[in-house]
């Protein structure tokens, strides 16, 4: 059998996306740079599980999977159409509220009159200029009350009384970053502590008056994750509304040529951050594969990736695959580039020799491309990762082929979204 007919095998596109990074979030609060990325990495998944899309409902899959409880929280009247997942495991529970995705959300960001905090009527005429009134954007605040409503907010209160080591991460991205502080300050307000709620917000515009910042800047633990050259979170300075809170600017990747705001985008940052710490995209789980495989170099397109992502790819897509299978031996050479993707059956040859004297059953041979979409308006690419499993005789047994688009995603991104399939 040629590989040219094994390839052709099967070339399903449906991927999942980073099982090994929810086994990060955990019940404590950050206490060092490593800790803290993990958070951060957490917060974002979970931002981007937010949205409607096929990868955020990816990422509600594995979450699933890796036995989070996933509630979904839809509520819909004339004032907010609000989305958002309540997701929890142990003593952690993360509310992850939607970006701007319908007409009614375009129509809560315009919503852009000032209410008071207390009591929700708009400003009067001469207090338009006023900054020392603790006013608010009347379309987030809409937003935080929908989403709190129907006994949300209670219930999250009731439950971090009973069990003080509950944590409650509070995120989203854009419109979702701004309503997840006003929602905080709410809960802030009745009565629950500071040290149980926390917020992760991503590109978030700034929510109300200085006055209001002034008082709630120690009064809620709020992180606000800004990309450089990101407008939007600057969008209504001229309004009177000042941000506040810890702020943590990301620079977006060389390889990437979204927009800043894009929750993609912060998403990608948020994982070089955490593998820059230190972090590691390996889990422990019982159910891992324990027959020995010997797994060869990984044969890289030449030019598929740039060098600052290359070795984190290479290094994920090895942390990946360890996850599945417990017997792993990996050659000595960690990648092979090729001027082009043409490989004979010969090329394996020595891997299934060097198999045999370990007496592995099984070899991997992997081949990672990231290609050019043709007539693609931008520098979209198409990201692919072939795996072929061969027997210690070299005869292929099996063959998958995983893809992504850099569409909607980056290059990092949409190389992992195969990894972990």
């Not at 958002?84 to 919503?111: H, M, P, Q, W």
């Not at 419109?175 to 997840?180: H, P, Q, Y």
């Not at 019982?286 to 890289?300: C, G, H, M």
């Not at 031996?329 to 092979?336: G, K, L, N, Q, T």
Request: glycine share 6%; charged share 25%; aromatic share 8%.
């Amino acid at each position: 059998m040629t590989l040219a007919k094994i390839f052709s095998a099967r070339a399903g596109l449906r991927v999942i996306f980073f099982t090994a990074i929810l086994a990060l979030m955990t019940p404590c609060a950050a206490s060092d740079e490593l800790d803290a990325a993990e958070i951060r990495l957490a917060c974002a998944i979970c931002s981007m599980g937010a949205y409607s899309d096929d990868e955020s409902y990816l990422m509600r899959s594995i979450l699933t999977a890796r036995g989070w409880q996933i509630e979904k929280l839809s509520r819909k009247n004339n004032l907010a159409d609000a989305k958002a997942f309540l997701v929890s495991r142990g003593n952690v529970k993360i509310l992850a509220i939607a970006g701007t995705e319908s007409l009614k959300d375009v129509e809560v960001d315009f919503r852009v009159g000032r209410v008071r905090l207390s009591d929700n009527t708009t400003l009067d005429a001469n207090e338009k200029k006023a900054d020392d009134k603790l006013f608010v954007h009347r379309g987030f605040r809409d937003y935080a009350d929908v989403v709190l409503g129907d006994g949300l907010a209670e219930r999250l209160k009731t439950s971090l009384a009973k069990n003080p080591r509950e944590t409650l991460y509070i995120t989203g991205h854009s419109l979702g970053g701004s309503v997840a502080t006003i929602a905080a300050i709410r809960l802030a307000d009745s009565g629950v502590s500071k040290s149980q709620v926390k917020v992760m917000s991503f590109g978030a515009m700034a929510v109300g008056s200085r006055a209001l910042a002034a008082a709630y800047d120690g009064k809620i633990d709020l992180t606000r994750v800004v990309m450089k050259g990101d407008v939007v979170k600057k969008s209504l300075r001229v309004l009177g509304y000042v941000q506040f809170g810890k702020t943590l600017e990301y620079r977006q990747s060389v390889t990437s040529d979204h927009l800043e705001h894009k929750m993609a985008v912060y998403l990608d940052c948020a994982l070089r951050d955490y593998l820059n710490a230190g972090g590691s995209l390996r889990y422990e789980t019982q159910s891992k594969d324990n027959t020995p495989i010997y797994v060869a170099p990984i044969f890289l397109v030449k030019g598929s990736f740039h060098k600052t992502d290359k070795e984190l790819v290479l290094n994920a897509l090895n942390d990946s695959l360890a996850n599945h299978y417990s017997n792993l031996i990996f050659a000595d050479e960690h990648y092979i580039e090729l001027k082009e993707k043409k490989l004979a059956d010969e090329d394996f040859d020595e891997y299934v020799s060097v198999a045999k004297s370990l007496r592995c059953k099984y070899v991997l041979i992997r081949i990672l491309n990231a290609k050019k979409v043709r007539d693609a308006q931008s520098g979209e690419k198409l990201v692919t990762l072939e795996e072929i499993f061969l027997d210690n005789n070299g005869i292929p047994l099996s063959m998958k082929t995983s893809g992504a688009s850099t569409e909607n995603l980056t290059v990092l991104e949409a190389a992992l979204l195969g990894s972990s399939n």
